[in-house]
């Protein structure tokens, strides 16, 4: 067995905290707008806000403005406000979704939102709490239901005239394809998410939609992929104005660090994971640490250095990691992990008592997963402890529910140490079972390899051909842009020659007056368009720039357009100055007419 089996229980504490994390200046802060006598709607909003940022500080408070929430929407008789409690509860329990408790809360809430929605029409909110319910479904883990309720949310968003939503349902769509391996299929929709959220121009969605796709190439362990698109996930930070990002930048260096430690790059995920906790100090919220130092312990586990491991758990850093957990009533985890570390250093004493501690909290009130992996972690110490009766009995345990959630990995792991144990206590007709069972699954695995390299290719492919599909649709709206600059550069000569035609003959001066204005208007707004076009590079959209460059450019074209407007207009419409020049024109064309006349 691993000794890193136990990221899976660290990973999994980590998805229990708020994403939304703000620091207690800004709880305090909508405590006291709290007591100001304000509308529903703001007061919905504020509730909204605090009940989901409690959840990262204090569960209790949490809830109690969570249940306000509900009760003054309920209050309200508005059904998009009862709507928006409903959800916001769920997604608040959802931080929590670790937890079967939280989870099943959170479905809870998103049903009564979804039921609310679709009894008075309200199509937009159906879908949102749809798309809810299917991310949820797939946490339990149930795909049958999350696909259900996938389906329901496309079927319905495909009559709405909103790409938000739909690209919400495109990336829940790919979550549910990955589960269920259909890995190109779910590389499909990622991409098509991250297409239209280009063509709406939302820095938020297509932030999302380059963390699918980061995710997708990290379960197909193409890292550099996806490190590639987690930085342009960073990147859109600086287009965004939401008050809480300068605490997701915090979270993105953490998660270029894990991705960077996948790659086993410790050195490099190192320096991400002590900038991160830098950024966090800066920001003055300490809870926004604990990811950080949850990354460190985990990549000095992977590094297979349990003396660091325990060095680290006993420093400061270490111990106020552990203050955090416990304030959530997470002592358990704290006792597991050290339970883990004392036996890899074979301290099997203080294993058996911190293993002892946790046994009750993860037997009895953690989802199936988290489970699994303790009655790992507590086999894999008691064939160390020479207990080869209650290690079978644990790996026996662990093999079944492996079985029962598809974790071919699982399973290999439990069959090979089946098959080592059973041959230690003399029953060889079990190892032999065992034995063969563990090389069915790594024949498996070994399978499911080759189909990642190809998964890698295929998805190389298909990038590409997204690629070759933008650069030609590119060049496509290059060349209609190009014929329509050259047909209003044509039209505009065609105007000035009219014009000047219109001088040579006996037309009243108000006609060449007004044909010379729109000629003249048309000319030097071409030549704004041009400059605006292509001052791109230089201004890069910055407002200010682009303020400072049209401000240059009147000032020189709007007293040189007004100029030569005047002289030339003038020109024209002075009796008779062209009329003998169109005479002679005319004479020089047709001679023999004039000879005729004579």
């Known amino acids: 067995m691993h000794i890193t089996k136990i990221l899976s229980l660290f990973l999994l504490l980590l998805t229990m905290l708020s994403v939304d994390a703000q620091d207690m200046a800004v709880i305090d802060s909508l405590k006291k707008e709290m007591g100001k006598p304000r509308k529903t709607a703001d007061k919905i909003e504020l ?50 979704a670790g937890n079967m408790d939280y989870t099943n809360k959170a479905i809870g809430y998103y049903k009564k939102a979804e039921e609310i929605a679709r009894q008075n029409g309200l199509e937009k909110q159906v879908v949102a709490a749809l798309v809810k319910l299917a991310a949820i479904q797939l946490l339990v883990p149930d795909k049958i239901k999350a696909a259900e309720y996938a389906g329901q949310a496309a079927s319905k968003v495909s009559f709405l005239d909103n790409d938000s939503l739909k690209i919400l349902v495109l990336n829940t769509q790919g979550d549910i394809n990955i589960a269920n391996n259909a890995k190109i299929e779910a590389l499909r929709l990622y991409l098509s998410s991250l297409r239209l959220a280009e063509q709406i121009k939302n820095p938020l969605l297509e932030r999302d939609s380059y963390i699918k796709l980061s995710s997708f190439y990290y379960r197909i362990e193409d890292y550099d992929r996806a490190i590639d698109y987690y930085t342009l996930a960073y990147k859109k930070l600086d287009q965004m104005r939401e008050k809480n990002v300068p605490y997701l930048r915090v979270t993105d260096i953490n998660a270029l660090g894990a991705l960077y430690a996948a790659k086993k790059n410790y050195e490099l995920a190192i320096k991400y994971y002590e900038r991160s906790l830098k950024m966090a100090d800066s920001l ?10 949850v990354s460190l312990l985990n990549v000095y586990i992977k590094m297979e250095q349990p003396q660091k491991s325990l060095d680290f758990f006993n420093s400061p850093s270490g111990k106020e990691l552990q203050e955090y957990l416990a304030n959530f009533g997470l002592t358990s985890a704290i006792e597991q992990a050290y339970a883990v570390i004392y036996s890899e250093l074979g301290n ?30 507590t086999a894999y110490y008691n064939k160390k402890s020479g207990q080869n009766d209650k290690a079978i009995d644990r790996l026996l345990e662990v093999y079944r529910m ?46 499911g390899n080759k189909e990642k390299e190809m998964a890698q290719v295929e998805a190389q492919d298909e990038q590409d ?7 030609a649709a590119a060049e496509t709206k290059r060349q209609r842009n190009n014929i329509q600059y050259l047909a209003i550069t044509i039209g505009i000569v065609a105007l000035f020659v009219v014009l000047v035609l219109l001088g040579m003959f006996r037309v009243s001066a108000r006609t060449i007056k007004m044909l010379g204005f729109f000629s003249f208007l048309m000319f030097f707004e071409f030549i704004f368009l041009i400059f605006k076009k292509n001052i791109y590079s230089i201004t ?42 169109g005479s002679l024109i005319r004479q020089r064309i047709f001679p023999r007419a004039k000879m005729g006349n004579e």
């Not at 249940?67 to 709507?83: F, G, P, T, W």
């Not at 069972?437 to 790594?442: A, E, H, P, S, T």
């Not at 401000?551 to 207009?569: D, F, N, R, S, T």
């Open 402 to 447: 492996a079985e029962k959630s598809s974790q071919l990995e699982m399973m290999q792991e439990a069959s090979k140490e089946l098959d080592t144990l059973y041959t230690n206590t003399g029953k060889y007709q079990l190892a032999s079972k065992y034995n063969s069972l563990y090389y069915l699954y790594k024949d498996s695995l070994q399978k």
């Open 348 to 377: 099997l004493d203080s294993a058996r008592k911190y293993f002892d501690k946790s046994e009750a909290f993860f037997v009895n009130n953690q989802n199936m997963f988290m489970k699994m992996n303790h009655y790992l972690q």
């Open 284 to 293: 003055k919220y300490s809870s926004l640490k604990v990811p950080g130092y």
């Open 540 to 581: 890069h959209g910055e407002p200010w720039m682009d303020l400072l460059f049209m401000i240059g450019m009147a000032a020189v074209l709007l007293p040189l357009h007004h100029w030569m407007e005047h002289k030339l207009l003038h020109y024209l419409t002075s009796q008779n100055r062209l009329t003998a020049t």
């Open 47 to 96: 509730l909204d806000r605090l009940s989901r940022m409690l959840m990262n500080v204090n569960l209790q408070e949490a809830e109690s403005y969570g249940q306000q929430l509900i009760e003054i929407a309920e209050e309200s008789r508005d059904r998009e406000l009862m709507v928006k409690a409903y959800l916001s509860n769920g997604t608040r329990c959802g931080y929590w």
């Open 465 to 471: 051909r997204q690629e070759k599909a933008t650069i």
